[in-house]
């Protein structure tokens, strides 16, 4: 939580971008600033969060600043509830107290609050996942906030990266920007490449060049269990695990390619996570590091597997397969910086800002 610097965060907005009329100018008396607040849960497969955004529109035909995000997150994700959905609603009740403390009571009945899940929840079965998400509408419709129609509900990956990138632009403030340079975003989930590669991997046993060939572990999901290992006899190291991640790689389109043209890459989430795992980066301060960091860091890794059995065992995989997804995903050189960070100007760097911004133009409050 903190609050922004109003100068860098939504002066000035230019309706050329492409994101024309993405909130609303509210009804208000004559020069009087309007302050509105939103409330966002991520669903993510590993955690759930909730945003609380503070906004002030002083002027209609610009975009509202943003003055506040409070921020709190719990583990584990929605998916771990499948067979006890009542535990979510617990998990967004428990969530919603932050929300009540940041919004004043006479706000409360015109604040949105809305819900969008990922990964985890599309992994689950059907019904699995929409017993979830009943007892998060039920959550909701007990709170004092509003509940819109389709106030929650399970979100495709393209959604994830465009209001991603709405997000990284508005707070680094190139949608306010007279210039049209955009910067790039890169958002990586999944509680691990597991996720990733569960739909590919028809087989209960999973095994991979990319584990220690003494590595065993049982791993549970959406009510199953899964066999995961090393191959006993067979080959490891950085090649092989690269040529595996190749086959699930290809085929993945997460992003505009005009993306690409983007000078300034911002990577969060799971970037985040690996790099700070493979010491690349300090998790407090963040950092920036080339597309060749993580494969370097790949090929120590892979090739002294036994060394991270104990601690680190699915670090190969992990930093491999995002190593493969930059390069031959998405056709990055290896010259290409990342900034990684998890907050820009105070603010998580999350679809969550660009999801109530979204919510906002689709209602057109004028
Ligand atoms: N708001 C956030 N702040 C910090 N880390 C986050 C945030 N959201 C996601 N992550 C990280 O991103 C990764 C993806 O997790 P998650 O969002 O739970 O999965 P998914 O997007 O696949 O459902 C995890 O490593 C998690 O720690
Ligand atoms: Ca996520």
């Known amino acids: 939580?903190?609050?922004?610097?109003?100068?860098?965060?939504?002066?000035?907005?230019?309706?050329?971008?492409?994101?024309?009329?993405?909130?609303?100018?509210?009804a208000r008396p004559a020069n009087a600033s309007r302050i509105f607040h939103g409330i966002v849960f991520d669903a993510g497969s590993t955690g759930t969060r909730i945003h609380v955004y503070t906004f002030i529109q002083k002027d209609p035909a610009e975009l509202p600043l943003l003055e506040k995000e409070t921020f709190q997150s719990v583990k584990p994700g929605l998916s771990?509830?499948?067979?006890?959905?009542?535990?979510?609603?617990?998990?967004?009740?428990?969530?919603?107290?932050?929300?009540?403390?940041?919004?004043?009571?006479?706000e409360w009945e015109r604040t949105p609050v809305v819900l969008r899940a990922t990964a985890g929840l599309r992994l689950l079965p059907p019904k699995k996942a929409q017993a979830l998400l009943d007892e998060v509408e039920v959550a909701f419709e007990e709170s004092p906030f509003f509940v819109p129609d389709n106030s929650v509900h399970i979100m495709n990956g393209t959604d994830e990266g465009i209001l991603a990138w709405v997000t990284v632009n508005f707070l680094t403030g190139q949608l306010q920007a007279k210039t049209k340079k955009t910067?790039?975003?890169?958002?990586?989930?999944?509680a691990s490449t597991q996720i990733t590669f569960l739909p590919k991997f028809k087989r209960k046993v999973f095994e991979s060049?990319?584990?220690?060939?003494?590595?065993?572990?049982?791993?549970?999901?959406?009510?199953?269990?899964?066999?995961?290992?090393?191959?006993?006899?067979?080959?490891?190291?950085?090649?092989?695990?690269?040529?595996?991640?190749?086959?699930?790689?290809?085929?993945?389109?997460?992003?505009?390619p005009e993306l690409q043209d983007s000078n300034t890459f911002y990577a969060f989430s799971y970037y985040f996570d690996i790099a700070v795992e493979a010491g690349l980066i300090d998790e407090r301060r963040g950092g920036m590091v080339k597309v060749q960091d993580y494969s370097?860091?790949?090929?120590?890794?892979?090739?002294?597997?036994s060394m991270y059995l104990a601690t680190k065992p699915f670090l190969c995989m992990d930093i491999t397969y995002i190593t493969c997804l930059l390069k031959d995903g998405f056709g990055f050189k290896d010259e290409t910086i990342l900034k990684l960070t998890q907050k820009v100007n105070n603010v998580e760097t999350s679809w969550a800002l660009g999801a109530i911004f979204d919510y906002f133009q689709n209602i057109k409050i004028h």
């Open 1 to 26: 939580m903190g609050s922004l610097d109003r100068e860098n965060v939504g002066i000035g907005l230019d309706l050329s971008v492409g994101v024309e009329g993405v909130l609303p100018s509210l």
């Open 296 to 305: 370097i860091r790949a090929k120590e890794v892979c090739n002294k597997l």
């Open 209 to 256: 060049s990319c584990l220690s060939r003494k590595f065993r572990e049982d791993w549970s999901f959406g009510g199953l269990t899964y066999k995961i290992s090393g191959i006993p006899d067979g080959s490891t190291g950085f090649t092989e695990c690269y040529k595996e991640m190749l086959k699930v790689v290809k085929g993945v389109i997460h992003q505009p």
């Open 183 to 190: 910067v790039g975003t890169l958002d990586l989930g999944g």
């Open 80 to 106: 771990a509830y499948a067979d006890t959905p009542e535990t979510a609603g617990e998990t967004v009740r428990q969530l919603l107290r932050v929300a009540k403390k940041a919004v004043p009571h006479v």
